[in-house]
């Protein structure tokens, strides 16, 4: 069955970076773009971006350049999005997603920013 | 970016009742090849957005068929026939017609 394993939470200092991860499996790969979204209390669901799991090219959100950079292991069929320059508004719960039918989720990721 | 503004906020709801949750978008959804890409999604407390209906009306595999979708453009509305305990929690609408994606700011069903 299909399924979007992502890594484990995060604590991170201001100004600091993290990269978390979305392994997937029971599909192949390279046949879906992994999409990210970020979930906060305040602001509710924001798209990020995606990344094409087969050539590498990416889309993002203009509100997240230069925040998020995504990034494809093939060989591992793991997807990974940095977040770099961490504030407090990063704090977040962070879901990858297949492709544009988001029927497959992961778990989420919740990164906090506190010094 | 598109705003996709969902009323209400808040529903309260007995077991059994019909609800419905309304969504409108600042631009029209229709895209031009023909199709309107509007989706829902239930978040359930401590799990990731499940898809419910895709464009508009369409319901995805699995989910139960007392979930329906309707409207057009700007306008579009999903209904519950008969809420079950089950269905309590986040509802959210989201567009891909335009990019950026854009997701609805949510409506909390809860029991009344």
């Known amino acids: 069955q299909v399924q979007l394993q992502q890594s484990g939470a995060e604590l991170a200092k201001p100004g600091s970076s993290v990269k978390i991860s979305c392994k997937a499996s029971?599909?192949?790969?390279?046949?879906?773009?992994i999409s990210w979204i970020k979930q906060t209390t305040g602001q509710g669901l924001e798209y990020i971006g995606y990344?094409?799991?087969?050539?590498?090219?990416?889309y993002y959100n203009e509100k997240f350049k230069g925040k998020a950079t995504l990034t494809v292991d093939k060989s591992s069929s793991t997807a990974f999005m940095q977040l770099s320059s961490l504030t407090p508004e990063d704090t977040a719960v962070y879901y990858c997603?297949?492709?544009?039918?988001?029927?497959?989720w992961g778990q989420g990721v919740m990164v906090t920013v506190s010094s | 970016d598109v705003v996709l503004t969902q009323t209400p906020s808040t529903l309260s709801a007995t077991i059994g009742q019909s609800v419905s949750i309304s969504c409108r978008s600042s631009?029209?959804?229709?895209?031009?090849?023909?199709?309107?890409?509007l989706n829902w999604f239930l978040q359930r407390p401590g799990q990731s957005p499940q898809l419910l209906i895709y464009?508009?009306?369409n319901l995805e595999s699995g989910v139960p068929n007392r979930f329906s979708g309707s409207g057009s453009e700007t306008d579009f509305t999903l209904k519950i026939s008969g809420v079950e305990a089950e269905d309590l929690g986040l509802y959210y609408c989201?567009?891909?017609?335009?990019?950026?994606?854009?997701f609805g700011g949510g409506t909390k069903l809860e029991l009344k």
């Open positions: 990344i094409n799991t087969g050539s590498g090219g990416t």
């Open positions: 029971g599909y192949t790969f390279t046949s879906y773009d």
């Open positions: 631009q029209g959804l229709l895209d031009s090849d023909g199709d309107t890409y």
């Open positions: 989201m567009q891909t017609t335009h990019a950026p994606l854009t």
């Open positions: 997603a297949r492709g544009y039918g988001y029927t497959y």
């Open positions: 464009s508009v009306s």
